[in-house]
């Protein structure tokens, strides 16, 4: 099964979010990754463009935290692993993710986490901003608080005065080694902070890694997901669902409806716009199949399971996500 990601033509075209789309698109299906979520498909109709991905079925680490899950020190060892291989291989790439938190790191159900990747573009940051968020994550996941209580809206000037005023807590309880690493991600000056594979692995923390184990997911997860459970919040999805203007299940009959309206020069003329752009997404939108050892047909991808924290717009949780340096 594959999680499928919709996004409406029209809506797209009001929020002047074509070109993320197609960027995102174009950068998705040139990336492969153990540790993200991968493209395998995309294809269009009338209404929407679709993106066929990876399904992981566990979670992500946002809800789990919600769920009062208490992560050991080994578990976030593992996770800090896994999302430094990611990071590692996206700066390869020459991209920066730029919005790593627990919303957008999935379990699968055998519990090695990946980063759900989307693409922004941007100015003014490198790639030490990840292994910045990467640290906060790590924190937050260890404590169920985030380091910082700041803000995406607060002011330049107050946050950096909370940078050098406030001392981030750790328990006295936690590993003197992972609290050093953890130092290390959370130094506020990027020229000093640890902001490589090599620099991690080098670390006193990450001795006793075996990252060959690591990367082919043989390292034991500390927590495995409950596979008779759905890890999301069903009230959530279900008010999604129900909010949701133009839901798949309803596409033909809206279709049909849409075909057979008698069109005015009115209409016509206050749609005119309209119509260009959409006939510019319907030749520029680029179908994509992807070499990943299965075959995926175009018949049967409407009725592809697809993973219920995916919502139908372009503006998700983890909007925007990717800058790349190219």
């Not at 996206?90 to 980063?115: G, M, T, V």
């Not at 607060?154 to 946050?159: G, N, V």
Request: glycine share 2%; charged share 25%; aromatic share 10%.
């Amino acid at each position: 099964m594959y999680a499928m990601k919709y996004m409406n033509k029209q809506q797209c075209i009001e929020r002047d979010e074509v070109p993320n789309v197609f960027r995102e698109l174009e950068i998705l299906q040139d990336i492969e990754h153990v540790f993200l979520v991968n493209l395998w498909y995309s294809f269009q109709d009338e209404e929407d463009m679709f993106m066929v991905v990876d399904l992981l079925l566990g979670g992500d680490l946002r809800y789990h935290l919600q769920q009062n899950v208490q992560f050991s020190d080994e578990a976030v060892k593992l996770y800090l692993c896994e999302m430094a291989l990611a990071l590692d291989y996206l700066q390869s790439q020459h991209i920066i993710h730029r919005d790593i938190k627990p919303d957008n790191i999935l379990l699968d159900e055998q519990a090695p986490e990946i980063f759900q990747s989307f693409v922004s573009g941007g100015t003014g940051y490198a790639f030490e901003v990840d292994w910045w968020s990467l640290g906060v994550t790590a924190y937050e996941v260890l404590r169920s608080l985030r380091p910082y209580e700041i803000h995406s809206t607060d002011p330049l000037e107050d946050l950096m005065q909370v940078f050098s005023t406030v001392s981030v807590f750790y328990a006295p309880t936690w590993p003197k080694d992972l609290v050093t690493l953890l130092r290390k991600l959370l130094t506020v000056n990027p020229e000093h902070r640890c902001s490589s594979l090599a620099q991690m692995q080098a670390s006193a923390c990450m001795s006793d890694v075996d990252w060959e184990a690591v990367y082919e997911k043989r390292a034991e997860a500390g927590f495995v997901p409950n596979k008779g459970r759905l890890h999301c919040d069903p009230t959530f999805e279900l008010e999604e669902m129900i909010l949701e203007s133009r839901p798949l299940h309803k596409k033909k009959k809206r279709l049909a409806k849409s075909r057979s309206r008698d069109s005015s020069k009115e209409s016509q003329s206050e749609n005119d716009y309209l119509q260009e752009c959409l006939e510019v997404v319907q030749q520029e939108f680029s179908p994509v199949t992807t070499d990943r050892h299965v075959t995926i047909n175009s018949t049967p991808l409407y009725f592809l399971a697809f993973n219920p924290s995916i919502h139908p717009s372009i503006h998700l949780s983890i909007y925007p996500s990717f800058k790349c340096l190219c």
